[in-house]
Protein backbone atom coordinates (compact mmCIF):
# COMPACT_ATOMS: atom_id res chain seq x y z
CA UNK A 1 0.00 0.00 0.00
CA UNK A 2 1.61 3.54 -0.71
CA UNK A 3 2.04 6.60 1.59
CA UNK A 4 -0.38 8.24 0.27
CA UNK A 5 -3.20 5.32 0.09
CA UNK A 6 -1.83 4.76 3.63
CA UNK A 7 -2.74 8.49 4.65
CA UNK A 8 -6.31 8.67 2.85
CA UNK A 9 -7.56 5.39 5.05
CA UNK A 10 -5.50 7.10 8.84
CA UNK A 11 -7.54 10.50 7.39
CA UNK A 12 -10.37 8.94 6.17
CA UNK A 13 -9.80 11.23 3.31
CA UNK A 14 -9.83 14.37 5.12
CA UNK A 15 -7.81 17.38 5.96
CA UNK A 16 -5.67 16.00 9.27
CA UNK A 17 -5.37 20.01 10.42
CA UNK A 18 -8.93 21.57 9.91
CA UNK A 19 -11.19 18.16 9.20
CA UNK A 20 -12.15 19.65 5.53
CA UNK A 21 -12.74 16.88 2.85
CA UNK A 22 -12.31 19.03 -0.05
CA UNK A 23 -9.34 18.74 -2.48
CA UNK A 24 -6.76 17.01 0.27
CA UNK A 25 -3.54 15.98 -0.38
CA UNK A 26 -0.32 14.19 0.78
CA UNK A 27 2.06 16.94 2.53
CA UNK A 28 5.53 15.85 3.30
CA UNK A 29 6.88 17.96 6.55
CA UNK A 30 9.91 19.33 5.61
CA UNK A 31 13.02 18.76 6.54
CA UNK A 32 12.13 15.16 5.76
CA UNK A 33 13.60 13.76 2.63
CA UNK A 34 11.81 10.69 2.65
CA UNK A 35 7.49 10.10 2.21
CA UNK A 36 6.52 7.95 5.17
CA UNK A 37 3.47 7.79 6.96
CA UNK A 38 5.21 9.23 10.42
CA UNK A 39 6.40 12.48 8.34
CA UNK A 40 3.43 13.15 6.33
CA UNK A 41 0.12 13.73 6.72
CA UNK A 42 -3.22 14.65 4.20
CA UNK A 43 -4.03 18.68 4.09
CA UNK A 44 -6.98 20.22 2.40
CA UNK A 45 -5.82 22.79 -0.57
CA UNK A 46 -7.10 25.87 2.13
CA UNK A 47 -4.24 24.63 4.78
CA UNK A 48 -1.70 23.87 2.37
CA UNK A 49 -1.89 27.66 0.64
CA UNK A 50 -1.41 28.74 4.15
CA UNK A 51 1.54 26.14 5.17
CA UNK A 52 3.65 26.86 1.84
CA UNK A 53 2.67 30.81 1.95
CA UNK A 54 1.30 31.19 -1.18
CA UNK A 55 -1.76 32.72 0.00
CA UNK A 56 -1.88 35.38 3.66
CA UNK A 57 -2.61 33.61 6.73
CA UNK A 58 -6.53 33.43 8.23
CA UNK A 59 -6.13 33.22 11.58
CA UNK A 60 -9.78 32.26 12.20
CA UNK A 61 -9.22 29.23 10.05
CA UNK A 62 -6.49 27.63 12.31
CA UNK A 63 -8.81 27.93 15.43
CA UNK A 64 -9.32 24.22 14.00
CA UNK A 65 -5.94 23.39 16.02
CA UNK A 66 -7.49 23.34 19.15
CA UNK A 67 -8.18 20.07 17.92
CA UNK A 68 -5.80 18.50 15.53
CA UNK A 69 -2.95 19.48 18.14
CA UNK A 70 -4.24 16.44 19.97
CA UNK A 71 -3.87 13.73 17.14
CA UNK A 72 -2.11 10.88 18.03
CA UNK A 73 0.06 11.34 14.86
CA UNK A 74 3.17 12.50 15.56
CA UNK A 75 3.40 14.41 11.79
CA UNK A 76 0.11 16.11 12.83
CA UNK A 77 1.43 17.71 16.19
CA UNK A 78 4.23 18.88 14.67
CA UNK A 79 2.35 20.81 11.78
CA UNK A 80 -0.34 22.09 14.31
CA UNK A 81 3.07 23.26 16.59
CA UNK A 82 4.64 24.92 13.78
CA UNK A 83 1.30 27.27 12.50
CA UNK A 84 0.73 27.78 16.57
CA UNK A 85 4.12 29.29 16.56
CA UNK A 86 3.73 31.24 13.64
CA UNK A 87 0.22 32.73 14.31
CA UNK A 88 1.56 33.36 17.94
CA UNK A 89 1.41 36.91 18.13
CA UNK A 90 -2.64 36.69 17.77
CA UNK A 91 -3.03 35.51 21.29
CA UNK A 92 -4.41 32.97 21.18
CA UNK A 93 -2.07 30.40 20.09
CA UNK A 94 -0.34 30.81 23.15
CA UNK A 95 -2.54 29.33 25.65
CA UNK A 96 -2.84 26.32 22.79
CA UNK A 97 0.75 25.95 23.22
CA UNK A 98 1.17 25.65 26.48
CA UNK A 99 -1.12 23.14 26.87
CA UNK A 100 0.48 21.29 24.14
CA UNK A 101 3.23 18.59 24.57
CA UNK A 102 5.87 17.28 22.21
CA UNK A 103 8.63 14.71 23.30
CA UNK A 104 12.15 16.20 22.81
CA UNK A 105 12.57 14.00 19.45
CA UNK A 106 9.68 15.68 18.66
CA UNK A 107 10.15 19.06 19.57
CA UNK A 108 13.82 19.11 18.12
CA UNK A 109 12.20 17.93 14.41
CA UNK A 110 9.39 20.83 14.87
CA UNK A 111 12.17 23.28 15.44
CA UNK A 112 13.60 22.70 12.36
CA UNK A 113 12.47 25.29 9.89
CA UNK A 114 12.22 28.11 12.69
CA UNK A 115 8.84 28.78 12.83
CA UNK A 116 9.43 29.56 16.69
CA UNK A 117 11.77 32.47 15.90
CA UNK A 118 10.65 35.82 15.60
CA UNK A 119 11.71 36.79 11.56
CA UNK A 120 14.68 38.92 12.63
CA UNK A 121 16.71 36.30 14.11
CA UNK A 122 16.13 33.59 11.69
CA UNK A 123 18.57 32.33 10.04
CA UNK A 124 18.41 32.80 6.37
CA UNK A 125 20.04 31.27 3.61
CA UNK A 126 20.63 32.90 -0.15
CA UNK A 127 21.93 31.32 -2.99
CA UNK A 128 24.53 33.71 -5.15
CA UNK A 129 21.47 35.82 -6.70
CA UNK A 130 19.24 35.98 -3.18
CA UNK A 131 17.36 33.28 -3.83
CA UNK A 132 15.85 32.21 -0.41
CA UNK A 133 17.38 28.03 0.04
CA UNK A 134 16.03 25.77 2.11
CA UNK A 135 16.21 22.16 3.10
CA UNK A 136 16.13 19.55 0.28
CA UNK A 137 16.94 22.51 -2.57
CA UNK A 138 18.62 21.35 -5.53
CA UNK A 139 21.27 23.87 -6.45
CA UNK A 140 24.17 24.44 -9.06
CA UNK A 141 27.62 25.14 -8.19
CA UNK A 142 28.65 28.66 -10.06
CA UNK A 143 32.43 28.19 -10.00
CA UNK A 144 34.92 25.20 -9.36
CA UNK A 145 35.15 23.96 -5.97
CA UNK A 146 38.22 22.24 -4.78
CA UNK A 147 36.92 19.40 -2.62
CA UNK A 148 38.65 19.22 0.82
CA UNK A 149 40.40 16.17 2.41
CA UNK A 150 40.63 14.83 -1.29
CA UNK A 151 41.65 15.59 -4.62
CA UNK A 152 38.50 15.76 -6.06
CA UNK A 153 37.33 19.51 -7.70
CA UNK A 154 33.62 19.66 -8.32
CA UNK A 155 33.04 21.70 -11.52
CA UNK A 156 31.12 24.54 -12.19
CA UNK A 157 27.97 23.28 -13.22
CA UNK A 158 27.49 20.49 -11.10
CA UNK A 159 24.06 19.91 -9.42
CA UNK A 160 23.78 19.32 -5.89
CA UNK A 161 20.67 17.39 -4.73
CA UNK A 162 18.99 17.80 -1.91
CA UNK A 163 20.58 19.98 0.11
CA UNK A 164 20.77 20.47 4.39
CA UNK A 165 20.99 24.05 5.77
CA UNK A 166 23.87 24.92 8.98
CA UNK A 167 21.55 26.09 11.44
CA UNK A 168 24.73 28.09 13.00
CA UNK A 169 25.79 29.89 10.30
CA UNK A 170 23.47 31.60 6.82
CA UNK A 171 26.67 30.82 4.67
CA UNK A 172 26.86 27.37 5.00
CA UNK A 173 24.95 24.54 3.56
CA UNK A 174 25.72 20.65 3.04
CA UNK A 175 25.20 18.15 0.07
CA UNK A 176 26.89 15.43 -2.12
CA UNK A 177 29.33 15.97 -4.50
CA UNK A 178 29.50 13.01 -6.06
CA UNK A 179 29.85 10.54 -2.84
CA UNK A 180 31.56 13.07 -1.07
CA UNK A 181 29.03 15.01 1.71
CA UNK A 182 30.50 18.47 2.16
CA UNK A 183 30.21 21.99 3.45
CA UNK A 184 29.78 24.43 0.46
CA UNK A 185 29.28 28.56 0.67
CA UNK A 186 26.30 29.74 -0.53
CA UNK A 187 27.38 32.76 -2.52
CA UNK A 188 29.25 29.83 -5.07
CA UNK A 189 25.85 28.03 -5.75
CA UNK A 190 22.52 28.88 -7.45
CA UNK A 191 19.32 27.35 -7.00
CA UNK A 192 17.95 25.34 -9.73
Known amino acids: MSVLQMLKERSNSTCELCASNVDTRQY ?5 LNETVDTSLMVCANCYDQIEKNTEMDANHWRCLNDSMWSEHVAVQIMAWRMLQRLRGEGWPKDLLDMMYLDDDNLAIARLTDEHKDEADKIIHRDCNGVILETGDNVVLVKDLKIKGSSQVAKQ ?25 TVIITEYVKKL
Not at 28 to 32: F, G, K, M, T
Not at 157 to 180: H, S
Open 28 to 32: NIPPS
Open 157 to 181: GTAVRNIRLDRENATYIEGKVGPTL
